[in-house]
Every structure is written in structure tokens, then in C-alpha cells.
């Protein structure tokens, strides 16, 4: 059952095979040729094809139709014996071309299994796939065929596989002359005549890069609140190099390496620690490491490897408490809540649990009673007072029980929380001042707390803000600013009045709530002011009478003073003082037109009362 038979003859039968004992001379002979044809009629049926080629100068073409088909150059071919290497290499050329052969090689080595496809343009054109699925055969090898007598356009692809990336493709007739192509993700385009046999080499480069990591841990057992410690190693075990190496912990997160680039050969390591807790029982402990690398020629094709590490968690008879505060920072006046978690981490029933703080006094729990691996609770509150300062509050918990035996068994758990705290000291040179005069205040904040202070901002609500010669302060340290103020008639009766008040400018979160923290102080300042008013009179003219009896200026000014001081201070108060001072002044002198001498000492004696009354 051939393919293809070519049939070389002159188109003059001579004989048949059982003919030659009747017929020794081999003339023709009609029969002859019948039994050609139907020889050539059973190589059509069964799927063949007949090739004839007609030699010489006398060939009969009828004959070669008979037998082949009724097509030149297709079906029949007439050569003489000259030019008969030419008809069979076009013989051969209508049967195989155009047509493109695929090679597949992987690092140099044939390589099966790759799956490719053929498209031709115009689409119109149908592609023979021999193997059927475009798959390389065990020699690499996969063919497409089409026909056509035209040029024709093909795109050739590769269905990419992980690991490979395709480094080249060259493409060349069956001269080995090298055929343009123009390169399309996962292979080439490039045109095809008639008589072109393509053959295509598609050149894989495999990754070879290669990663090894390794898990340990310090230690195969522990007990709850132990501190396991795992290693990780990490080894570039391929002929590349590998970057942006990661490994990540399913039960810990990611780990932090030492190097993230690493040469073939060369190691990086990285720890994590964890530690136990009771919702590990009954154990084990067990987590895998995932390590990752990139080989720069693979950005796509990520290298990996994995560890895993298994941890015994041992139990012991006994308790454990976990006490939780519910903020980590805090301010005087804050309420603080404690909650207290007591669990049962033994094999054995553990009763009467008690809880005892040594700020807070005892808990009250939930349940006294435990069985083997169960839990309970109790919260108290406590609020923050000034006798905290300067912090943390540091409080201990101890849970007792006991076991059936009747022997004890205790946990403790401490907790610090820290006080966010600070002061505002603000102080006036003077206590008292008249317009023109010059008050500087100066202003002292103190980190009273248990926590430094950052990004301090003071702020005066007539001054505006003040600078000071810190920003941030450690626990206990102070900074001061100063700030000037000039009396002006602005100012008023006064006094002069002023409010400062620092704070934190950059929140700072709670580490439990993750609210902002910003404590802040207040202090005031007062100064008052003493108004002098113009003491010279008008010129009056009086009545001198003649003197008699004793001389009663002295006491008659005097009482006049007291009585309208009293007054004064009646009407208007400690505060209006000063102004009634001079009011006095004024109308002492109006009253008492005596000497410039007399009425000097009057206001001097009142002033100095006044001073020393204030």
C-alpha cells in the first residue's frame, strides 16, 4: 500500500510478468497495458498515487494518462534521460512542498511533546498536520503542509512550557538557504513559494535555576510560654543567579534574610521566634517555609523550594495567666481595663483558681474550675491618678489552683503601661507694670510621663506660638521657651491676662488601640497694671480767713484720705486700686487746697498703704 508510486517508462508496455514463456521476444501487446492499468487502478484505490515519467523521445502519452492521470507535470511528467534529474526533483518538490518541517530542541536535545501551531494567510488555505495535533514525535519533529500555488504567509508558535524560555529560531529551505522571519511571541512569521521546504529549528533554553532552603528549630519540644526559635537557610543550588529571594513562614509571615541576591553556591539565613501558647495543645507545632528566587532570564518563571519543621508541645500540670491591659499608653484620668485569661494547660483538673493583683487586689473569675485545656476570665478597671506619675503602672497577677493531689499550682503575668504625661510652668518677670513697660514670660515643660515626647508645640493665646530650645524630651527632661509682651493702652484698666498651652504636634498611636496619644498642659499668667493719672490742679484762688485756734490741717487731710480710700475700695474692688489711688489723689488735692508739700505727703503715705494692702 505505497504512498506514492512514480512509474519511469516510455509509455510502451512490453510484457507481463506472465507472459514472457509465450511471448520471448517481449513485443507489445494490447494486454499489456491493460494489465498496467489496472495494476495502477489498485494503487489509486487503496489511497496511492500515480507518478508517471515519460523518457525518451518516443514516448507515447497516451499511455502515461492511462495510467497516471490526465494533469502535466502533476500527474505525468515527459523528460528525456538528461533532463530526468530535474522532473524527479520537481516530482518531489510538488509532493513535499510548500511545507515546513519544526525541530525542537531543548538545550540542545531533540525534544518530544512540544505542542505547535501553523497559520497561514490567506487563512483560506487548509494546513495538513502530520503528526495530527502539531505535536513533536520522539525525534523533535513535527510537519505542516498546504496546498497552494502561490506565496503563502506563515506564522509559526509554541505552546510555552514552565521552566523553558524559547532563545531562538532560524529558518531555512531545502538548500539550506536561510529564510527571512520576523519574530512574534513564542516564534516567527515568514513567507513560503511552491517550491520551498521549510525547515524550522525552535531552541529552548531551560531555567536552571535552582533554590534549597532549610528549616530548623532550637529546640523539638516546648512548653507553653517557651520561646521557639527557627532558622532559616536559604542556598541558590543552580548554575544562575538568583534575586528578589523571599522565603515566608505559613505560621510566622516573612522572613527577614540577610542577603536577597545570591551568586550559584553562595547562602543567606534569616530567624524568627515564636512563642507558645496554649491553643497549641496538644501540638505539635508545625509550619513550612517557602522560599522563592528569581532567575533575571525567568522574571516570569519564579524558582521554589520548601521546609517544614514539626515542634512537640509539652504539657505540664499546671496554670497559665495572661493578663491584657486595653491600652498601652494613658494619661491621668484615663480608665484603664485589665482583663485576666487563666487556662488550664495540664492534664489534670485544677480547682479553686484564684487571681491576685498586686495593684488591683483579687479578680473575680468566671469559673474556679478547670478541666485539662479549658479557660476563663475576669477584667477589672483602674483609673489613672497623678500618684501614678511618672509611670509605667507595672501591676502583677498570680493565678493558684490546686490539682487533685492538693498540690498547688500557679502562672504569673505582668503588665506595663505606659503614662503620657507633661507640665507647663509660665512665669511673669514682674507682678505689676504701667503702660511702656516690658513683661517677659518665660515658660518650662517638663516630660513628667514614663514615655519620650516628640514634636512639642507651644502656643500662648496673646504671644502665638513660642519657640522653645526643644522639641522632644526623654522622660523627666524640661525645655523652656520666653516670649515679651509691651503694655500699651490696649491693655486697658488690665489686668494683663494670658493662657499658654503646649502639646504634641505628631499624634503618637497607642500601641494596643492604635489611637493618637497627645497630652498636653495649661498655665496662666497675670500682671496688673497701675495707671498713673496727672496730679498737677488747676490754679484756684481761695479765701484765706484769719487763724484761730489750734492747726488742724494735718488730721482734717487725713480723714478725708481714709474716708475716701474706704470708698474706693468699696465701689471698685481690689483690682480697680490703682486707679482709685490716683482718683484719691486728685480729689484729695481738690479738696484740700493746702500746700504742694502737704498734699505730696498724703499721696505718698496713701500709695505706700496700698502696696503693702495688695
Same mark, same amino acid.
Given at each position: ?135 513533536? &514525535? ?22 510555552? !512550557? ?9 529558518? @531555512? ?59 532559616? %537557610? ?90 491584657? %491591659? ?22 489534670? !483538673? ?8 498586686? *495593684? ?26 497623678? %500618684? ?18 492538693? %498540690? ?20 511673669? &518677670?514682674? !507682678? ?17 510621663? @514614663? ?77 496688673? *497694671? ?6 498737677? *490742679? ?47 489723689? !486728685? ?28
Amino acid at each position: 500500500s505505497p504512498d506514492i508510486v512514480i512509474f519511469a517508462t516510455d509509455g510502451n508496455p512490453t510484457t507481463r510478468n506472465d507472459d514472457v514463456a509465450n511471448d520471448p521476444g517481449q513485443t507489445a501487446d494490447p494486454e499489456d497495458l491493460d494489465a498496467g492499468i489496472t495494476a495502477a487502478n489498485s494503487i489509486k484505490a487503496a489511497g496511492g498515487k500515480i507518478i508517471a515519467v515519460g523518457i525518451g523521445g518516443s514516448v507515447i502519452t497516451a499511455n502515461l494518462l492511462s495510467i497516471s492521470g490526465p494533469n502535466l507535470n502533476d500527474d505525468y511528467f515527459v523528460a528525456d534521460f538528461d533532463t530526468l534529474a530535474a522532473s524527479l526533483r520537481q516530482i518531489a518538490l510538488r509532493l513535499c512542498a510548500p511545507s515546513v518541517t519544526v525541530k525542537k530542541l531543548v538545550d540542545g536535545t531533540p525534544a518530544s511533546g512540544w505542542a505547535f501551531t501553523a497559520v497561514t494567510d490567506p487563512a483560506g488555505v487548509p494546513v495538513v498536520v502530520n503528526p495530527s495535533g502539531g505535536v513533536t &514525535n520522539d525525534s523533535g519533529v513535527v510537519n505542516f503542509k498546504w496546498d497552494s500555488l502561490d506565496p503563502i504567509s506563515v506564522t509559526l508558535t509554541e505552546t510555552p !512550557q514552565a521552566g523553558f524560555k524559547l532563545d531562538s529560531v532560524s529558518c @531555512s529551505t531545502q538548500t539550506g538557504t536561510p529564510i527571512p522571519t520576523t519574530p512574534v511571541d513564542n516564534g516567527v512569521t515568514f513567507t513560503l513559494t511552491l517550491e520551498n521546504i521549510a525547515t524550522c529549528d525552535f531552541n529552548n533554553v531551560s531555567n536552571d535555576g535552582a533554590i534549597a532552603v532549610v528549616k530548623t528549630s532550637d529546640v523539638t519540644e516546648a512548653e507553653i510560654g517557651d520561646t521557639v526559635t527557627y532558622t532559616y %537557610a536559604v542556598t541558590n543550588t543552580g548554575t544562575t543567579v538568583l534575586e528578589d529571594i523571599t522565603v515566608v513562614d505559613d505560621l510566622l509571615g516573612p522572613v527577614t534574610l540577610d542577603a536577597t541576591t545570591l551568586a550559584p553556591g553562595e547562602s543567606t539565613t534569616g530567624t524568627l521566634t515564636y512563642t507558645v501558647l496554649a491553643s497549641d495543645l496538644p501540638g505539635p507545632i508545625v509550619n513550612v517555609a517557602l522560599g522563592t528566587g528569581i532567575n533575571p532570564d525567568f522574571p516570569d518563571d519564579p524558582i521554589t523550594d520548601d521546609d517544614t519543621v514539626s515542634v512537640d508541645v509539652v504539657a505540664v500540670p499546671g496554670l497559665l495567666v495572661e493578663k491584657v %491591659a486595653s491600652a498601652g499608653i494613658v494619661e491621668v484620668g484615663d480608665v484603664i481595663t485589665y482583663t485576666y485569661t487563666v487556662t488550664n494547660t495540664g492534664d489534670t !483538673q485544677i480547682s479553686n483558681i484564684t487571681v491576685e493583683d498586686d *495593684l488591683l487586689g483579687p479578680i473575680t473569675l468566671a469559673e474556679t474550675t478547670l478541666a485539662p485545656g479549658a479557660s476563663t476570665t475576669g477584667t477589672i478597671d483602674y483609673t489613672v491618678v497623678a %500618684a501614678d506619675l511618672p509611670g509605667p503602672i507595672v501591676n502583677v497577677a498570680v493565678a493558684s489552683g490546686t490539682d487533685p493531689d492538693g %498540690a498547688e499550682v500557679s502562672s504569673t503575668a505582668t503588665e506595663s503601661v505606659d503614662i503620657a504625661s507633661v507640665t507647663l510652668e509660665k512665669v511673669a &518677670n514682674v !507682678q505689676e507694670a504701667s503702660i511702656g513697660d516690658v513683661i517677659t514670660y518665660t515658660y518650662t515643660i517638663t516630660n513628667t510621663g @514614663s514615655m519620650t515626647l516628640v514634636d512639642l508645640v507651644l502656643t500662648d493665646d496673646i504671644l502665638g506660638p513660642i519657640t522653645l530650645a526643644e522639641t522632644t524630651l526623654a522622660v523627666g527632661a524640661s525645655t523652656t521657651g520666653t516670649a515679651s509682651h509691651v503694655v500699651t493702652e490696649a491693655d486697658g484698666t488690665g489686668p494683663v491676662f494670658n493662657v499658654a498651652v503646649v502639646t504634641t504636634a505628631t499624634d503618637q498611636p497607642d500601641p494596643v488601640t492604635q489611637l493618637p496619644v497627645t497630652p498636653s498642659a495649661t498655665d496662666t499668667a497675670s500682671v496688673a *497694671l497701675i495707671i498713673v493719672l496727672p496730679t498737677t *490742679l488747676g490754679t484756684t484762688t481761695t479765701e484765706v480767713l484769719p487763724k484761730t485756734g489750734l492747726d488742724t490741717d494735718d488730721a482734717a487731710v487725713w480723714g478725708i484720705v481714709l474716708l475716701a480710700l474706704g470708698l474706693a475700695l468699696v465701689t471698685l474692688g481690689r483690682d480697680r486700686v490703682a486707679v482709685a489711688l490716683s482718683s484719691t489723689r !486728685q480729689w484729695a488735692g481738690m479738696m484740700i487746697p493746702k500746700t504742694e508739700r502737704a498734699r505730696d505727703r498724703v499721696t505718698k503715705t496713701v500709695t505706700s498703704w496700698v502696696r503693702r494692702r495688695r
